[in-house]
């Protein structure tokens, strides 16, 4: 059992090129890859590296409130793997079933994100932990945004490692219910609880904590106040013209060469 909870094995995840908690990892991109608009993928990719990024966001498969809102495109998929060719720059994307793990492992995608809604679906974390055993494949799990302890979450953690690949991120994104003006209650400031009691690197999303574009790098500097090792950031060359979150909440590169200037320098003062 590697257990996360432990201090027995203090392992250190790599990711982008950074060793988690001696670099602040910057993970920028849109929150979903549009399909029929595969060069503003490419475009935003390219911007983002130039703004300091050492990995790629994009959803393929999106978990919508409603059915009838558009629910991804595996051809987003080849998108976002081209996107990370022409950058050398790894890439994130959402899983939410068996079928889909497979095609994103199949395609090379670097790491897997477990979102807010499937953050207890245990039967998912246990797919997803025996079929990374043995890669370097590198996993983002969300906090459920159903308010819960701490330790509903780490274990939730657990469930991926016990198959023996031990790259597991948490990412802090926001509970509910919301604080009033928010998308979400901002949760950043669980960050040292979750450090306290596990070497799992902690990167904070603030994108969906807070769910409005202005806000994001406040919440994204006390992230690193609170000791994050890392931020993954809606960002967007078109916020306007993106698709799910992006015209809420996505910033766009040079907000985010701002952002990441300002959060390095708290960094550098912890
Ligand atoms: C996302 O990252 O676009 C997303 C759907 O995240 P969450 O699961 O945190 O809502
Ligand atoms: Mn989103």
Known sequence: ???????????????????????????????????????????????????????????????????????????????????????????????????????????????????????LNYSLLRQIGKKIAGRDTVVLLKRGRHLGPVNEFISAAEYIVTFGNPNVILCPRGTLPGLEGYRNHPDESITPLLKERTWAPVVVDPSHSVGKSTYVEACSMAAVAYGADGLCIESNIDPMGGLGDDPKQAITPEAFARLAKKCRAIWDLR
């Open 1 to 119: 059992l590697l257990d996360i909870r432990s201090g027995l094995n203090n392992h250190r995840v790599v990711f982008g090129g950074v060793e988690l908690g001696k670099q602040l990892l910057l993970i920028g991109g849109h929150c979903t890859v549009d399909p029929k608009q595969p060069n503003k993928f490419y475009e935003t990719a390219d911007a983002l590296k130039e703004a300091g990024v050492q990995a790629l966001r994009g959803g393929v498969w999106k978990p919508r409130t409603n059915p009838y809102s558009y629910q991804g495109d595996a051809k987003a998929l080849e998108i976002l793997m081209e996107a990370s060719r022409r950058t050398g720059l790894p890439v994130n994307a959402e899983v939410m079933d068996e079928e889909q793990l497979d095609l994103a492992l199949d395609a090379g995608v670097h790491m897997l994100q477990v979102g807010t809604r499937n953050a």
